[in-house]
């Protein structure tokens, strides 16, 4: 077919092809007619026009071939001969007019046009979507890829249906073949290792409950048995209502960091234990960020600043470096490279602390590697080199000085022997030595040219130099002019002076000794600062030692005058005191302890006493409960215990007590004090008694109210019941509105006698009194189920006769608590009740599968709200349970965890029930 005959064709195309020309030629997709044996273009509408850049001549003189690129034409002969379906949804490209290519959709049928077969063809540019596609393609391509090379595996979990999901990575990673099925979330955390499977159970339950991400770290075991550890993490998908719908999550095999992690971790924890011990400065560092990340204690010494400060700012420690040094030991460490060339960095260099003083140190530096030879930290030794740097002069005369310090423990004699040596060792005309007080630096004598001469002198915090020592220990100090005391330069004479620090253990300033004037006529210098340090610290070491005799000496008589006062407070105290020994002897008491328990003298009472536990303890498990609670904690306050007197009345007593120990931790004996609170404890009996009382009139007032609505107030109902029952049978008369309020009328009296005939049973159940504690508790059991949906199982034995009556009511009233703790708090779908009888005693337990009590526990009782859709209970909450317990000689237990709450009563019984 001609271009001519096409163009007649589409005009015509309408009457004869059927073509609607609103379906066709405004159609906003490119669509077109071609003939179905020539492929020849025999309609196009306007959307194809502007798509394809063809003008209609153009398109109406080609054929389907013409705007395929050539490598697809054979495809399409190919295709056209096979099945072509009236949905052809597969894509094809084309050529635009412009040469470009463009992917498309095409979705052709068959029809007849100009009387001949031809095909419709809708066609939909889908570049942008195919090029997507193949970026998405590529896409998981690369994070397939990036899986394996990290390590990296994913999953999801439909939370609905329970199907599961798992990349290949993941499978090979928990040693299963690729494209094997991801396990259920069951079996998954049967391959968990069996230490960690409870904690990941746990924390997978939180994520679901409330959405948080929560990274977790947990060891799997392979089929092959080998344990692989796994970093985990997930994300909570919801719904459109807001409920967990999808849990998705990523887990990647850290087992190699995890294994290199230990054996650094045991390798940094040894080092550090040799690094405590010793006294040069040992460091850590971390290999990628330089992040210093250990430094022992013996850098606050030689750095003489805190070791947080190098925690904070690593590189801070080169602003200590000697000015002189810093640029050669920085351009050293960056020259430095751990090579089996160079493998360590070795320097000597000086240091200025916060204090002036001028440090030699010399530090060594080495990497540490993995097993895989990354290195992964750096370690570093300084140490303080000063000392091996001072002349050997200096060192014979420190030998002298410190020999000579050393001899006597008299801190005056020493502060004048200081002076006097140091004088000669720098050459000095005159000089002072003092110690620190609360108001200064306080000197008593001057020296000059060997003599002494009185000068009571205090240089206040900053003032002169000795003042300068108080608020920051400085190294050492010259000065001359105005920085001398006017004193000093007015009656002495002294135009220059150095001074150093004594110090203590801690660096904190005791005192300090002063140099005036140099014989010479020259300055001091650094070389007179060293030795002058050198000495500082020796005579800090003797002058230490001699406080601390001073003080020995001073604490002896202190402590003479304490023992003095505590005698007299021990013997003179109006409440027992008393030591006693492991095997149960008093080894001493003071003479309230001795009236408390009856005997004349403290003395007859340690000679009559040779066990505390068969003597003096009513009760010898509560002097075990109490010895158990001492040896634990070291101490104990409040501990209440019955003891018995000489002449065999008790009395009540409350023990603060201790353990007292010696220097390797054995215990030696206990002791402490003791308080009678037997007018205490008969208090709180006649308290309990009033509390059985009102227990006792609360359950007679609810046998009469329930005796008033069922004998009264149900009989009325019942009546009214009836009467409303009458009206009904000759309500012809009335109209629709009136029948319908006589309807509801009798329906509302029908519940009320339900009601009543409940709330009556539930107040006083008759059950307890015309059959026994097993059918009131039955009863109640199914209705409590009919009410609340709560499935209840019962196990009670059968044919075992009365209990007393306060018992039978006592348990019932636990049953009527517990059940409506349980509709009201615990979420639980189940509980069970368990009476046991035994010979002595009857037990009661209930217990729920919900959620656990809060601690501390929330006692309920009858104030609180009714459970929905139920009776309030009638209960008195967990307290008025344990007092009735109580009241009955019983014991009364609640064991609640995550898995459910437990209530456990047992109740003796007399001989004769």
């Not at 309609?43 to 209609?56: C, K, P, T």
């Not at 099945?83 to 094809?92: E, N, Y």
């Not at 009996?685 to 227990?695: N, V």
């Not at 929330?858 to 909450?877: D, F, M, N």
Request: hydrophobic content about 40%; some cysteine.
């Amino acid at each position: 077919m001609n271009a001519r005959a096409a163009g007649a064709a589409r005009q015509g195309a309408p009457a004869s092809g059927g073509l609607h020309p609103l379906l066709f030629d405004r159609n906003p997709s490119p669509m077109w007619v071609f003939d179905d044996e020539t492929l020849a273009f025999l309609a196009v509408n306007d959307a194809a026009l502007r798509a394809y850049g063809f003008s209609r001549e153009e398109f109406l003189s080609m054929t389907l071939m013409d705007i395929l690129p050539p490598e697809d034409v054979p495809f399409l002969s190919r295709h056209l001969s096979g099945v072509i379906g009236d949905f052809d949804p597969d894509s094809w490209r084309h050529r635009k007019a412009d040469g470009a290519l463009i992917d498309v959709s095409v979705i052709s049928s068959r029809v007849e046009f100009g009387g001949r077969p031809a095909r419709l063809a809708l066609v939909e540019d889908v570049t942008d979507r195919r090029r997507e596609w193949r970026q998405r393609e590529e896409s998981e391509r690369q994070l397939v890829r990036a899986q394996q090379l990290a390590q990296l595996g994913s999953w999801e979990w439909d939370l609905r249906s329970g199907a599961t999901g798992w990349s290949e990575e993941l499978a090979r990673i928990l040693g299963d073949p690729p494209g094997s099925p991801a396990p259920t979330y069951e079996a998954f955390l049967q391959r968990v290792h069996p230490d960690d499977r409870d904690r990941l159970a746990g924390i997978v339950t939180g994520v679901l409950e409330d959405g948080r991400t929560v990274p977790v770290d947990f060891r799997v075991v392979r089929a092959d048995g080998e344990v692989r550890w796994l970093h985990a993490f997930s994300e909570v998908s919801l719904d459109v209502a807001g409920r967990p719908s999808r849990l998705i999550g990523f887990a990647q095999d850290i087992t190699a960091r995890k294994a290199a992690e230990e054996e650094l971790a045991e390798t940094e924890r040894r080092m550090r234990q040799i690094a405590e011990a010793i006294q040069d400065v040992f460091y850590l560092s971390d290999s990628r960020t330089n992040q210093i990340i250990y430094v022992n204690p013996a850098f606050e010494k030689v750095y003489g600043r805190p070791a947080e400060t190098i925690l904070a700012q690593p590189r801070s420690w080169l602003e200590a470096v000697h000015p002189q040094d810093r640029e050669r030991i920085q351009t050293s460490l960056e020259r430095f490279q751990p090579s089996s060339e160079t493998p360590e960095w070795s320097e000597e260099f000086r240091i200025i602390r916060p204090d002036g003083a001028v440090r030699w140190l010399w530090v060594r530096s080495f990497p540490i590697r993995s097993r895989t030879g990354e290195v992964v930290r750096f370690a570093g030794v300084e140490r303080d080199i000063t000392e091996r740097r001072q002349a050997e002069d200096t060192i014979r005369s420190l030998l002298r000085i410190t020999w000579e310090l050393n001899s006597t423990l008299d801190v005056d004699a020493l502060m004048e022997e200081l002076v006097k040596e140091t004088l000669n060792l720098l050459g000095a005309a005159s000089g002072c030595a003092g110690l620190k007080t609360p108001e200064g630096m306080v000197s008593h004598t001057f020296f000059r040219d060997g003599e002494g001469v009185p000068f009571r002198h205090c240089w206040a915090d900053g003032r002169g130099l000795p003042g300068r020592m108080i608020a920051g220990v400085a190294a050492c100090v010259r000065g001359g002019g105005a920085d001398l005391d006017p004193e000093l330069r007015d009656r002495f004479g002294v135009r220059s002076a150095i001074c150093a620090p004594l110090v203590d253990a801690r660096w904190e300033p005791l005192g300090f000794f002063m140099l005036c004037d140099r014989r010479d006529g020259q300055p001091f210098g650094r070389d007179d600062e060293e030795k002058l340090l050198a000495v500082a610290q020796a005579a800090s070491v003797a002058i230490q030692n001699a406080l601390a005799y001073r003080k020995l000496q001073e604490a002896a008589a202190a402590l003479q005058a304490a023992e003095a006062k505590y005698r007299d407070i021990f013997e003179s105290a109006a409440f027992g005191i008393g030591q006693s020994m492991p095997d149960g002897r008093i080894r001493a008491a003071n003479p309230a302890l001795a009236r408390m328990l009856g005997y004349e003298s403290p003395e007859d009472l340690i000679a009559s006493v040779t066990d505390l536990g068969r003597q003096i303890y009513v009760d010898q498990k509560r002097r075990d409960e109490g010895r158990r609670i001492l040896e634990e904690r070291g101490s104990m306050s409040d501990f209440e215990a019955e003891l018995r007197r000489r002449d065999g009345s008790t009395i009540w007593v409350s023990m603060n007590l201790r353990v007292v120990r010696d220097e390797r931790g054995a215990l030696q004996y206990f002791e402490g004090a003791l308080q009678d609170v037997s007018q205490r404890k008969r208090a709180e009996d006649l308290l309990r008694e009033i509390s059985g009382r009102l227990l006792q009139t609360q359950s007679e007032e609810r046998r009469r109210i329930a005796r008033e609505l069922h004998d009264s107030t149900a009989q009325s109902l019942a009546a009214l019941a009836l009467n409303l029952g009458l009206v009904a049978r000759a309500a012809d008369s009335l109209g629709e509105t009136e029948r319908q309020r006589l309807d509801e009328s009798q329906r509302l009296a029908q519940q009320c006698c339900r009601e009543i005939r409940t709330l009556s049973y539930l107040l006083h159940p008759p059950a307890l009194e015309e059959a026994d504690l097993w059918s009131a508790v039955r009863w109640f059991a199914e209705g409590f189920t009919h009410r609340s949906g709560i499935k209840v199982d019962l196990s009670m034995p059968r044919g075992v006769g009365r209990l007393p009556q306060d018992v039978e009511t006592t348990l019932f009233r636990i049953v009527q608590e517990s059940l409506a703790n349980i509709h009201r708090h615990s979420r639980s779908r189940r509980a069970r009740i368990r009476i046991a009888r035994r010979a002595a005693h009857i037990t009661l337990t209930v217990r729920d599968q919900g959620r656990g009590m809060p601690r501390p526990p929330v006692e309920g009782g009858a104030g609180e709200a009714p459970p929905s859709g139920g009776h309030a209970a009638l209960g008195v909450g967990i307290a008025g349970m344990r007092e009735r317990v109580r009241q009955l000689g019983g014991r009364f237990e609640i064991d609640s965890d995550p898995r459910g709450t437990s209530v456990r009563v047992e109740i003796p019984l007399s001989a004769e029930h």
